[in-house]
């Protein structure tokens, strides 16, 4: 049996930690086309990436025969402009809606596209303001008056959302919390909503706390393939 790779090695160790149930995306933004691959022989099919540019680079360089059932998952700020360029990519989900807005465009062009595209909404509950997507109260709102109504070829599977960048462990866990607290809310102010499953937290620094509080998906970058050369 040939060598295991570094990568390998990290995703199973990761792997082995996550409860069944909860989905690994291999963040590989930034990093070579070679180190997706790498990941892929040891069996990841899930990758995320937060530019489109950069997505669109690395799907068509990928040798489409050896990577069969490879899916993305677009995490990073979607500007209006890119949406046709995404959406022709057929991302698995795209995690990263973080308004109305870019919402109703992905709404319009998946029509256009003749597809449903699954989409999660991303929610702000972190501190620092850079930080995008729904405040609590848009989030409420949107469902309380259920806006999800007017959509045609959106599915909304869930939410996305990030703690606050900080080693204070108790306002990470609150934050997941809190992003917990409002999928919950959803689905407890539409309890008629569809495949509404989803709860996208922790990346390498603090994956462990958000499955403990609720997780089902977690985003995993540097903890795989390094650090990230910008
Ligand atoms: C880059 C990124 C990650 C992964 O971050 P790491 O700390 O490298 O694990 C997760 N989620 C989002 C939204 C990101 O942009």
């Given at each position: ?15 082995a930690t996550l409860p069944q149930g909860v989905e690994l995306v291999a963040v590989s933004k930034f990093h070579p086309i070679e180190a997706i691959i790498d990941a892929y022989g040891a069996g990841q099919r899930l990758f995320g990436e937060s530019r489109v540019q950069e997505l ?175």
């Amino acid at each position: 049996m040939a060598e295991q790779t570094e990568i390998a090695r990290r995703i199973d160790e990761i792997k082995a930690t996550l409860p069944q149930g909860v989905e690994l995306v291999a963040v590989s933004k930034f990093h070579p086309i070679e180190a997706i691959i790498d990941a892929y022989g040891a069996g990841q099919r899930l990758f995320g990436e937060s530019r489109v540019q950069e997505l669109q680079a690395k799907a068509a360089a990928l040798p489409s025969g050896e990577t069969e059932g490879l899916r993305w998952h677009f995490i990073g700020h979607l500007q209006t402009n890119k949406v046709r360029q995404l959406l022709r990519l057929r991302p698995s989900l795209i995690e990263s809606v973080d308004s109305e807005r870019l919402l109703g465009a992905i709404d319009r062009e998946a029509v256009a596209q003749g597809f449903v595209q699954p989409v999660l909404l991303q929610v702000h509950v972190a501190c620092e303001e850079t930080k995008t997507g729904l405040s609590p109260e848009e989030f409420e709102t949107y469902f309380r008056e259920r806006r999800f109504e007017a959509l045609k070829a959106t599915h909304l599977c869930g939410v996305m959302g990030m703690a606050s960048n900080t080693d204070d462990a108790e306002r990470v866990r609150a934050d997941f919390r809190a992003i917990r607290s409002l999928f919950d809310l959803a689905l407890e102010l539409c309890p008629d909503l569809r495949g509404f499953t989803e709860v996208s937290m922790g990346m390498s620094g603090d994956y462990p706390l958000a499955v403990e509080e609720g997780a089902t998906i977690v985003r995993v970058g540097s903890a795989i393939f390094g650090e990230r050369a910008y």
